[in-house]
């Protein structure tokens, strides 16, 4: 962007994001079953694992951004005492809505909110969550460094970030069998699943193109995270980062 204006092509990339969840939003989790072979789960699983929420009475407060069918904060919630509330954030409604039935299904009411909000401008206060929780949302915001900085903004003092994205494959041998599973395969079920594999190919290239593992990290703490650092899951098909405003 120059000046706050967003380009054409950047217009396009939000607007892409836009439809690819707009049309998977109810086989959302069956598409991620079978893209990640069920690994989704447990990867997710290590994220609640690593933010290890209070379990007694202690209240906390959980942002989940790019939250999505409520995945993440269904997961905190079975977890953490029950003084513990999760708000989850997400740019599009249709997903959200998904979230919410499930919710309701789940009787989380009064613990869990769903928000509508953009990862670059969150409609929350300075200083307001214990943590923040973002699991393969990061790879489709526009301006990474800007996200970054809101969860800066919205964490309160010792609070903790945490994301799970994919990553880059660092075991020799996986790599290529990943690139090419990645590349012919995920558009291919897209397809067969939704009827239209362009917003699946467009999923593959952001894994490509998002930072590896190191350079995420550097992001974090230019953003002013303190003792930032990573676990790698599945050899780093997708990695965990985590940081704390210090
Ligand atoms: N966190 C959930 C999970 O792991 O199952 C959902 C992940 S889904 C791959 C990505 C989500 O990011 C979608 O629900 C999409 O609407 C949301 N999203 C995309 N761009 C966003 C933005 N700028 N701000 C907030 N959410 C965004």
């Not at 967003?6 to 439809?19: D, I, P, S």
């Not at 003792?227 to 599945?234: E, H, I, K, L, Q």
């Amino acid at each position: 962007t120059h000046f706050g204006f967003r380009t054409v092509r950047e217009e396009e990339k939000a607007k892409l994001v836009h439809t690819v969840f707009e049309q998977v939003a109810s086989r959302y989790d069956l598409m991620n079953d079978l893209m990640s072979g069920g690994l989704h789960r447990a990867w997710k699983q290590s994220m609640i694992d690593w933010l290890n929420p209070p379990r007694g009475a202690r209240p906390f407060h959980l942002i989940d951004v790019a939250g999505g069918t409520g995945d993440i904060a269904f997961r905190f919630l079975e977890r953490a005492g029950v003084a513990s509330q999760v708000t989850v954030c997400d740019i599009n409604e249709h997903m959200l809505g998904v979230g919410q039935g499930r919710a309701e299904a789940k009787a989380f009411e009064g613990r869990i909110e769903f928000a509508c909000g953009d990862a670059e401008h969150l409609p929350f206060p300075d200083n307001s969550f214990d943590a923040y929780t973002i699991a393969f949302g990061i790879r489709n915001v526009t301006h990474v460094d800007q996200a970054l900085r809101e969860a800066y903004r919205v964490l309160k003092p010792g609070g903790r970030f945490l994301c799970l994205e994919f990553s880059r494959v660092a075991v020799p041998g996986i790599d290529d069998i990943y690139e090419a599973y990645s590349f012919a395969a995920i558009p291919r079920m897209g397809k067969w699943v939704t009827g239209d594999d362009a917003p699946y190919q467009y999923l593959v290239e952001s894994i490509r193109r998002f930072p590896d593992q190191e350079t995420f990290k550097r992001m974090i703490g230019e953003a002013g995270f303190g003792n930032v650092s990573y676990r790698n899951v599945t050899g780093g098909v997708a990695a965990l980062h985590s940081g704390w405003r210090l």
